[in-house]
């Protein structure tokens, strides 16, 4: 006999808001399935306001409260039982943040939780990679965010290492990343993987996904070094305008994948990574992998 529950996690991040509604099948005697049910992105982009003036702005919380609103009708809709939202480097840097979270939970009756980097990497590690992953190799995790970039290494099937850096498409896009940051991540990169004969990267994030889309490569493929470096060249060739009529991308997308693509590259040359994994997986799905195996507190739908 099949019991199957439906969660929901909701991503709010940098660059944009995340709902994802999952099917968890459950079975006697076997491990539990995650099946994704729906999955809806609203590009807000709080990280603009709150990178350059530490605040949300009215227009943004207006377009927060209203996606907000509208994730609380799809949950009702697919009859979601339990939820957890997060929200991530924009809204805890804001110095409105909480009191957003408390006009959020006032008027659309969804209950925010304002996680901090460390967290967010735990919750992302938290997802089972272990369809995606051969345990006796060694990778680097990189989740590409708009205000922040969260790094794992994963060892043997184990998480030894985790840290969220913030370096992220948005402070990019705005040029307010210091040169400190990013020495800091190559030092900790490096470290961290030195005794490592072989490193492959795990590259996560909607700009990865797109690339690996665009790539034509079949599912479970890596994008090579060379492929990126190809590619990230052949972005900057192109106008904001020509990457949204020619190469087919969003408005959101158009300027941010561009710094996302050099922060993978980074990540793959500070590691030696010769080739990058893209499971299309992030911290929506940690959100229901840690949910349904309690490791961190949810609501329930009334």
């Known amino acids: 006999m099949l019991i199957i529950k439906k969660y929901a996690a909701i991503d709010i991040g940098s660059n944009a808001v995340r709902l994802l509604i999952s099917n968890i099948i459950e079975q006697k005697g076997k491990p539990a399935l995650f099946k994704k049910s729906s999955l ?10 709150v990178f ?20 609380r009708l799809l949950m009702q809709a697919h009859k979601v039982t339990v939820y957890k939202a997060c929200a991530t480097s924009a809204m805890r840097e804001a110095d409105n943040g909480f ?17 901090d980097g460390e967290e967010e990497a735990a919750i992302i590690a938290a997802t089972d990679l272990n369809q995606y992953i051969d345990e006796s190799k060694t990778y680097l995790y990189v989740d590409v965010g708009g205000g922040s970039t969260e790094f794992s290494v994963i060892h043997q099937g184990k998480t030894v290492a985790s840290r969220s850096f913030k370096i992220g498409t948005v402070r990019l896009l705005n040029d307010i990343v210091q040169k400190e940051a990013w020495f800091d991540l190559e030092q900790w990169i490096k470290s961290n993987t030195r005794d490592y004969e072989k490193v492959d990267l795990i590259g996560s994030g909607g700009n990865i996904n797109k690339i690996f889309k665009i790539s034509g490569k079949a599912v479970g493929k890596p994008l090579t070094y060379f492929y990126l470096t190809s590619f990230y060249n052949m972005l900057q060739t192109y106008s ?6 020619q190469l087919d991308l969003n408005q959101d997308r158009a300027d941010v994948i561009i710094p996302a693509t050099r922060i993978y590259l980074s990540a793959m040359k500070w590691s030696g990574a010769k080739d990058i994994y893209v499971p299309k997986i992030g911290l929506s799905d940690g959100i229901i992998k840690s949910v349904y195996f309690e490791t961190v507190s949810s609501v329930k739908m009334p």
């Open 40 to 49: 809806v992105r609203v590009p807000i982009r709080l990280g603009a306001d």
């Open 52 to 71: 350059l003036n530490q605040q949300i702005s009215n227009e943004n919380e207006i377009r927060l409260i209203d996606t907000m609103n509208a994730f």
């Open 99 to 115: 009191d957003v979270a408390k006009h959020i939970a006032k008027q659309c009756k969804i209950k925010i939780d304002i996680i």
């Open 240 to 245: 904001y305008e020509e990457r949204i009529t």
